[in-house]
């Protein structure tokens, strides 16, 4: 699971591009107290079976009971790829993909005493934080081959800040396509 101080670091966007990177599908589900244990089985079922992976974003705010629920199956899954064996999860007799990943996203409830204590025995915990942009822009720089990497980091981190400043005050601009997440 992911959790963060800040709402908006891009815990969704680090797994996507973790998935790509590895070359793996994912499917991302937001997690509402409207959700019910057959959609969780349901998804949990497909991803399990064909070695995807899975993000439930915003976790926690699901019911107490759908958490104890979807832990237990995750147990059974897990004990079944351990074992190399089939798993039953709500009555299904599967044979987990070992590819199979499932993640949880959490907001600010993350380190709540909440949150079910079977469910943090599965969880291991991971921290997104905000990347430092001119250490990463002058990485990149660097690694291509740029002899003035600092001097152009600094310059392109500069222009950055200054398009989202600018952008900033327009109206209506705070889940907007551009936006640069600085």
């Known amino acids: 699971g992911a959790?963060?101080?800040?709402?908006?670091?891009?815990?969704?966007e680090s797994f996507k591009q973790m998935a790509f990177a590895s070359g793996q599908s994912i499917y991302i589900w937001n997690t509402t107290s409207h959700v019910t244990r057959?959609?969780?089985s349901k998804r949990l079922l497909g991803l399990c079976q064909t070695g995807a992976w899975g993000l439930f974003e915003n976790f926690d705010a699901s019911p107490l009971e759908l958490m104890c629920y979807?832990?237990?199956l995750i147990h059974s899954v897990m004990s079944a790829i351990k074992g190399c064996r089939q798993g039953h999860v709500d009555g299904v007799s599967v044979t987990p993909n070992a590819r199979f990943g499932l993640f949880a996203s959490f907001g600010s409830r993350a380190s709540s005493p909440e949150l079910p204590h079977d469910l943090?025995?599965?969880?291991?915990?991971?921290?997104?934080?905000?990347?430092?942009?001119?250490?990463?822009?002058?990485?990149?720089?660097?690694?291509?081959?740029?002899?003035q990497f600092r001097t152009l980091s600094s310059q392109i981190c500069m222009h950055f800040q200054l398009c989202k400043n600018i952008m900033t005050s327009i109206e209506n601009s705070h889940e907007a396509w551009w936006n640069l997440r600085m």
């Open 3 to 12: 959790s963060s101080l800040s709402p908006c670091v891009g815990k969704t």
């Open 38 to 40: 057959e959609t969780i």
């Open 70 to 72: 979807t832990a237990c």
């Open 120 to 147: 943090r025995v599965l969880i291991r915990p991971v921290s997104v934080v905000v990347p430092d942009l001119r250490a990463v822009t002058q990485l990149l720089l660097m690694s291509r081959g740029f002899v």
